[in-house]
């Protein structure tokens, strides 16, 4: 965990309720004797392990899944995972994740709806990335780079090492710490509230930890060993520092917590530039599926109306580009401001605008050479376009060329354009691959609602309130799971009832009250009293 301080911009009750419940259950007898954080001076003990560690984690974890700004947004998601995969593979072959933590930590990452330039590791392997970041990147190696340095975090151990050398009572120090973010967040004081944490509940679980400068140099080195393994330009990260100096000096507003959290030193740059040797520095160029990306996240970190509005814009008083000697670089930048008009002005619903910027952005392409994965992205946007004016068949259409893809992405939008169609064939034939993709990953909280929906749309109630049961326990909300498993229950009793599936929910149900009745064992080790309650 580190602190960051972001912009005072709404009120976010989900971030007072992380505070809350981390206070709740660091600070109460339950939680002494579930978590044991370390005495003073021993840098990671037995106490504060690998798997004592990771259980923190899931903890914090189940307070961001329920939040708004928790997003997933299959496109990004799978770009981020991409670049996060092979740096943990990277990891593992120099040896820096262990057995024990390659087995029991979560190596997760996840996206955060959050106009600010920020990214953290939380205890047990996951790190959060907020769209602001990939919004500002230039290229997938300077993004790679932040990644690289967070995933050093975890593989070091730093998150223990911090809390073991916080104070001599490290355990009231941390919920004091929590106590006042709370107050902080509830004054509704900008100056109050920057010195701890607004926003979301994912810049609110990093705020009681900060690294002290040599964990973040260690993250620096070794995370620039992990960049150039991976295959990364090992200049990305010079790049990245210089990026962020150069923003954080134009734009001093607060919009840079990565800068607070980890503070750009003069020997922090110097070091980067060195460690690239010799060679001359070429900042990474960008490519297409980076920019688009980058475009996407611009128009997905902040949801306002007026900030979509600025996005169709975006494009406008850009020439056209007439050949490819107009230039890479500008056509980048067009391409990545005609597809940022267009999905904006999908979110505003002019459709009419939004078919002309895509057009634009298909030329644009064109001009300064086709790849595969610029492609793609266009035409999964030009089917949420269809998706939009409820015209399934032109969506299904814009997929076609993608038939033979076989991913998660692929699979959404497909229910999501079903769930638009007028025919039940579609939904039916969507309701049976979300139900495959599930029961290989059953923890995927979209999948699961899609899927519940899917089967709504077909009449198919308690196939539905399943789907909605196992998308609540995905997310970590066992109360919710389990009332929606037993009000299936309750309806298979009708005579027409589908009793295969009333007997999968029978068994879902038994299993996750007796995985609640655990957890509130762990959370009272003195006897569960009467009526307790898992917190939501």
Do not use: C
């Amino acid at each position: 965990m580190k602190r960051s301080v972001g912009l005072m911009r709404r009120p976010h009750r989900g971030a007072i309720s992380l505070l809350a419940a981390l206070v709740l259950n660091l600070g109460s007898p339950a939680a002494y004797a579930q978590v044991n954080l370390p005495a003073l001076g021993d840098a990671v003990s037995q106490d504060m392990d690998v798997a004592t560690e990771r259980r923190i984690g899931d903890q914090v974890m189940r307070q961001i899944r329920p939040d708004p700004d928790f997003l997933d947004d299959p496109l990004l998601l799978e770009y981020v995972q991409t670049t996060w995969a092979p740096l943990v593979q990277a990891a593992l072959q120099m040896g820096n994740i262990g057995d024990e933590t390659q087995d029991r930590f979560a190596w997760e990452i996840f996206l955060v709806r959050d106009r600010s330039i920020n990214a953290f590791a939380l205890p047990g392997g996951f790190v959060g990335v907020h769209l602001g970041l990939i919004a500002m990147t230039g290229s997938r190696d300077e993004l790679a780079s932040v990644l690289a340095h967070e995933l050093s975090h975890i593989t070091q151990r730093h998150i223990a090492r911090r809390i073991a050398g916080d104070s001599r009572n490290s355990m009231l120090a941390l919920a004091g710490l929590l106590a006042g973010l709370i107050v902080a967040s509830r004054s509704g004081s900008a100056d109050v509230a920057n010195a701890a944490i607004v926003g979301s509940q994912a810049a609110a679980a990093q705020a009681s930890l900060s690294f002290s400068r040599d964990m973040e140099r260690e993250a620096d080195r070794v995370g620039f060993a992990v960049l150039s393994q991976a295959g990364f330009a090992p200049s990305g990260m010079f790049s990245m520092f210089e990026r962020m100096e150069q923003a954080n000096h134009l734009m001093d507003t607060g919009a840079y917590p990565y800068l607070r959290s980890h503070p750009l030193t003069t020997e922090r740059i110097g070091d980067a530039r060195t460690r690239m040797g010799t060679d001359p520095y070429t900042r990474p160029e960008g490519a297409a599926e980076h920019m688009l990306m980058a475009a996407r996240a611009r128009v997905l970190m902040d949801p306002r109306a007026e900030a979509w509005t600025h996005l169709q814009n975006y494009d406008a008083g850009a020439r056209e580009l007439r050949s490819r000697s107009g230039g890479a670089s500008k056509g980048l930048e067009q391409l990545g401001a005609r597809y940022a008009s267009a999905l904006a002005s999908i979110k505003m619903r002019d459709f009419a605008r939004a078919e002309n910027a895509l057009r634009s952005a298909e030329l644009t392409l064109q001009l300064i050479g086709r790849d595969a994965a610029s492609e793609r992205l266009l035409h999964y946007l030009r089917a949420e376009l269809a998706q939009a004016r409820a015209q399934a068949a032109d969506g299904f259409a814009a997929l076609r060329p993608l038939a033979t893809e076989k991913s998660r992405a692929l699979l959404m939008q497909q229910a999501q354009l079903a769930l638009v169609d007028s025919s039940p064939a579609s939904a039916r034939e969507a309701a049976e691959a979300l139900q495959t993709f599930v029961s290989i990953h059953p923890m995927d909280v979209s999948a699961w609602t899609h899927l519940g929906q899917l089967w709504t749309r077909l009449d198919q109630p308690l196939r539905s309130l399943r789907a909605q049961g196992e998308a609540r326990a995905a997310m970590g909300d066992l109360n919710g799971a389990i009332d929606r498993l037993r009000s299936g229950l309750r309806q298979s009793r009708g005579r027409d009832a589908d009793q295969i599936e009333a007997a999968v929910i029978d068994s879902r149900l038994r299993t996750l009250t007796y995985q609640r009745r655990q957890m509130l064992e762990d959370m009272y080790p003195r006897g569960v009293p009467p009526g307790a309650e898992l917190p939501n």
